[in-house]
DNA sequence: CGTTGCAGCGTTATGCTATAACGTGTAGAG
DNA sequence: CTCTACACGTTATAGCATAACGCTGCAACG
């Protein structure tokens, strides 16, 4: 199994832990989960996984989930050149899809230019299930 | 200086409390700031803010902002009628706006559609300043 | 009427998520 | 070399949320 895209080579120890960790997990991972996994490789303690994932997601190699408090790795090598991501999270398996709609951040920006608001980040999240789980439980 | 929306009758106790909380302040509550402020009307445990919070997010009085694990009054009467909600979050005043754009609802369950998901919920935060907060720091 | 079911309530205890504060080690720039 | 920046490791603490218990009040039903 490929993970997503090939990991930078710069990324510190733990940074690669925790990025290989979202890696090989189908569904989204807390801080706590990862923590969990990486126990035999060291680490000890929550800050050093919330410290790795802060860099991950500032540069895009993994994402935040707002509505679960938890994180993916970011399934496509140049999402992060897009602005605005939305995810779908399958509340059964935990599969999460990640797609970009330029019409829909055309909307959100006309949004903010017409009220003056100026926008630092933008999260979109989809709770519901995914086709395979729909079809799983019919 | 007049609620958002009359508030309904047949709010129990605990959830008149809450909602009128949340209609006075001008910034999102999280539920351990609502308990702080209902200190003096006798509650006393987490459990009845999030027990009353449950309810009047059920009844769209309220919302959950999950990128801040905070609630605000819902500012429209209406706006449970409405699909899906956006929220424009200042992070300088702490103002929330919220509005309804049928453009991406469309998009969002045109996408749902073609993948086969089946959408429960949907969360979408912008995160920025608000004009006011731009112009006060030009 | 009695009783049954439901919804809300109050309390204690606990679990999960995230950050503060401190000091160490190391690599690159000047 | 020394200064700076950055990552690291550790301990402690703060902030968010729910489990589990038993009780109360009220409406529906026979
Ligand atoms: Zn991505
Ligand atoms: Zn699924
Ligand atoms: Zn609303
Ligand atoms: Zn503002």
Redesign the pocket.
Known sequence: MAEPHDAPRDL????GLVLGTLNRSSAPL????ILDKLREE???????V???LD?LVERGLAHRLESL??FVACADAHCHRKGLIAFAICERCGRVDEFADEVIEERLSGWAANTGFKTERTTMEIRGQCAECLKAAA
């Open positions: 510190t120890r733990n940074q807390s801080a706590y989960d060291g680490l000890r303690a929550p800050l050093q919330y410290r790795a860099k408090n938890a």
